[in-house]
DNA sequence: AATGAATGAGACTTCATTCAT
DNA sequence: TATGAATGAAGTCTCATTCAT
């Protein structure tokens, strides 16, 4: 079987992917909890034998998901970091587009919307700080080029920008959950326009 | 039991509200799926008997706790209407400071950080929506009142307003989860010049 | 249902004796790793909720199932020393009798035979030491009779013989269950006279 | 691989050689059960499917130890009864030191204790009994001749004397599991004497 | 009103075994 | 001959909920 398709997307590891796809989805809509294994399994065309075969725990799954989410996470910044050097503001205007971005990806959302119930786990914990830490450290790089190119204020510290920047990210990812994310674009201007008002302080 | 006790603290449905508590600070820590009714019975000092004899499922407790949510967030906006008729800058600084008193509750915090996995049950979701139209409306008379009084902006709706007030009092309270409540304290003065530059538009 | 019964065997408390019970035979024929718990509730008429609510682990029921035998083996022993004071010779015929009892016995032969392959358990180790070790002591001080009473060799001490008269009986315990407990009967007399031939060194 | 060593030790069914040692040493550990494939596919540094290619079931592999078991079973004796004709007390002294041996090797001891927990497989069933047999035969033909030569005791028949030496061997393999080897040099001697008064009736 | 024993569906996980490569 | 991904039955245990007392 499959022997027709030279380019076969489930081939070469395409099972593992295929679970952290599903599982990402599941609790993208239940969180970690209403996602049983089975879910899962059924969502990936795959048994539960395999499941674990690939994932020793339930847990690592959600390692998996969030680690590939830093490795999406660092791609986005990298790209950002391109344009900070010489425009700190048009990068910031990339980031915002990237925040809105995930912001009307309902399974983004959702599945960030979820993480406050979370097992306890090590690599779990360790996994959602590393994410936070790339993400604040990056924005704090941002803003300080920001403030070295005189478009960005300078009465607050570029790592205390850099936290209500991720505030009101965070603020604007759970009012997308509520709301459904159509109606983000609604907003799309005005979060340009607020986040343009709280780093240049206006 | 406690016949002889006429001011019993636990008295007239105090075991009732010891359960709502129970749950409450249980969830706050775990989320609703990871803490089981065995927990909250412990915690709270009674009998499993007892707990669905007051609640006839456990997502009863939930509701419960939303309701009285809801009872409290009235309290909060009834004192702060009474001061906005004369100075909606005055009520909003009145709310920002609400709001950081509950960013600097652990066990509300976390309570609401946990909110994004909740089970599937009519009286939750109408719960969650009537405390979010609430604040959302509450808010909302309250920037209207600011307009008229030409202390607040008006190149957007006062519902608009609102909403990014609500999505900066989440975001802060999803910072206050990750960071610990510490802290909050440094941030204190930041979000109230932040608030009053965003209703401004300066 | 059941009301005509007074003394009912199955009242107060009866259902996690008959768990213990269930499980010990269960484990005679099959070993703690093959008898399920499922196979254990079967035995005793008892849902697998019920069962845990008893015992919160399998391993518990067998920890159960070996104290309940050092409490007998206490009693057994606690005759036989009223004896042994004046004739220890007598009290160590009681013992051979006891311990031909035992392996005339199908389950507890059967259940002795398994304890060889047990769970990685805190309390399953100790209980099966302080077995032990009851039944060391108690051999050794009716051994340390009979040598103060001139009736017992003293080339050896008590102990050491103590420890022989246990391989006797745990050699005769295995014996049964390879033969089946039938034939034990043949070696009854055989084992009084090598038995009184160890301890005299005849 | 492993092409260029004619004398390879791992070759020509040392595959197979690797996996029966491993289970024997797993298993003398944990038990039967409790010994998973897995675990004796790692111990023998071998794959799941190569276990499978030489072992149709995991069973079998407790077979395989079990008759390689009896072959040296069958060897020790051999050498035993070379003794035996002209002086059966002396070949009896050899038995002696052939238990003695094998009480102090942990893992025989701990692989033995283990055998009252085994699969219902007609092949072990008949593995052990075969064992059992042996040993009881050998013995039987050992006391039959010492009866013959004079130095053993006729008031009992042979077979009846060679199970009791049965008994006394299997009650030393149990003490040794339960002790630890160590110690059992201590009984040596003890041992020698008791097994010359048993046959000699004295 | 209060208790806690009883229930059984369902969750996660293990493991012997198969089979395409 | 060797590999290891894949399978699914079966096992232990959790938990919300019921009900007799």
């Keep these: 079987m499959e022997v027709s398709d030279p380019m076969n997307t489930e081939k070469q ?3 593992r992917d295929a679970i952290i796809e599903a599982a990402y989805s599941c609790m993208a809509r239940g969180g970690y909890d209403r996602t049983s294994t089975a879910q899962i399994c059924a969502a990936a065309g ?3 034998g395999t499941f674990f ?3 020793p725990t339930k847990a690592d799954v959600l390692v998996a998901i969030l680690e590939s989410g830093i490795v999406h996470t660092r791609d986005v910044f990298a790209r950002i970091r391109a344009t900070a050097a010489q425009d700190a503001q048009g ?7 990237h ?4 912001a009307s990806d309902d399974d983004l959302a959702g599945f960030d919307s979820v993480l406050g119930a979370v097992p306890d ?8 700080k590393a994410e936070r830490a790339l993400v604040r450290d990056d924005l704090t790089e941002l803003v300080a080029l920001g403030q070295a190119q005189a478009t960005m204020r300078t009465d607050l510290t570029a790592a205390r920008i850099a936290i209500w920047l991720g505030i009101l990210a965070d603020g ?6 509520q709301e459904g994310s159509t109606g983000i674009d609604e907003l799309r201007s005005e979060f340009v326009d607020i986040v343009g008002q709280l780093v240049r302080g206006t």
């Design 53 to 55: 075969h690939y994932f």
């Design 46 to 48: 795959v048994s539960s």
């Design 13 to 15: 590891g395409g099972r």
């Design 121 to 128: 786990h090590p690599g779990v914990a360790a996994a959602l």
């Design 99 to 102: 925040v809105l971005q995930e």
């Design 172 to 177: 604007l990812l759970g009012h997308a959950v």
């Design 91 to 97: 990068a910031l205007d990339l980031w915002c587009e």
